[in-house]
């Protein structure tokens, strides 16, 4: 998607979007989900898990009740990060519409399937199956 948006600028050109960064977020994330054209920079990617898009602040924000649209920097914020990396990782669920895990193994597989994608014998669901074995989940 953001090869596209750069891809016919010669050096000179992308030397001189690299040089700012508010042209540069513009240039590549402006008038994509949620975006205007000259919304990229306000809706880059902060927080634990780089949240990006408006649409995305929008979405998250009203999982966690904060207008994360009309105050995007508060999203560096540490226990806002942590509320949105949350509610990410989770899809917005409450404790109470998550299962009833009987092992750790059951609450990672969970995650790996709601987040890390393909199947069980997948690359990707397998990388992303070792990295949560590096977490240590508390109650």
Known sequence: IFGN?????????????????EKFFNHVYG???GNSRTE????????????????NYEFYGN?????????????NNVEIAAEVAVAFFTKCKSAD??????????????????NGGGSADSETRG?????????EIVA
């Open 31 to 33: 008038g994509m989900f």
């Open 63 to 75: 999982c966690i009740g904060r207008d994360l649209v009309g105050d995007p920097e508060v999203v």
């Open 5 to 21: 948006r750069v891809s016919d600028m010669n050096d000179d050109e992308l030397d001189e979007l690299k040089s700012d960064d």
């Open 97 to 114: 519409q998550l299962p009833d895990f009987t092992n750790e193994d059951d609450a990672i597989n969970y995650f790996v399937n709601l």
């Open 40 to 55: 990229g920079y306000k809706y880059r990617g902060r927080g634990f898990n780089q949240l990006t898009f408006k649409g």
């Open 127 to 135: 990388n992303a199956f070792d990295q949560l074995n590096n977490f």
